[in-house]
């Protein structure tokens, strides 16, 4: 069964960057998109971004716009969200996701969860002076 595990979580001061990966057990190729999503402490998880694979379409919750991008490697078929400008209430475990479906769902709802049938684990972000 095909696993997703995250990386690159860790503890950072307000306004610096971390680059989160995803990576998969086995070829990504059969998936249709690549969700990240977020809990904070004692909150629900939220969407954070969805990237197709083949179109490379990317969509981004209003919240982290403009400072978080996800982007693919095709040489690895990895996926990586890069942040930026990161804040305290930032602060959250952050997981990928993978959907796979013979017609692909709409990638630009970032909050829709069901769809994805594959999760890892989470990693660890902390933003704190």
């Known amino acids: 069964q095909l696993q997703l595990v995250e990386s690159g979580g860790g503890l950072v001061q307000p306004g610096g960057s971390l680059r989160l990966s995803c990576a998969a057990s086995?070829?990504?190729?059969?998936?249709?998109?690549i969700g990240w999503f977020l809990q904070a402490p004692g909150k629900e998880r939220e969407g954070v971004s969805c990237?197709?694979?083949?179109?490379?379409?990317?969509h981004y919750a209003v919240f982290v716009t403009g400072r978080f991008t996800v982007s693919r490697a095709n040489v690895k078929d990895m996926v990586f969200l890069q942040m930026n400008g990161l804040q305290p209430e930032d602060t959250a475990i952050y997981s990928c996701?993978?959907?796979?479906?013979?017609?692909?769902?709409?990638?630009?709802?970032?909050?829709?969860?069901?769809?994805?049938?594959?999760w890892g684990q989470g990693t660890k972000v902390t933003v704190s002076s």
């Open positions: 996701a993978a959907e796979w479906r013979p017609f692909p769902s709409i990638c630009a709802l970032i909050n829709e969860q069901g769809r994805y049938t594959t």
């Open positions: 086995r070829s990504t190729l059969a998936y249709t998109h």
């Open positions: 990237i197709s694979r083949i179109a490379l379409a990317t």
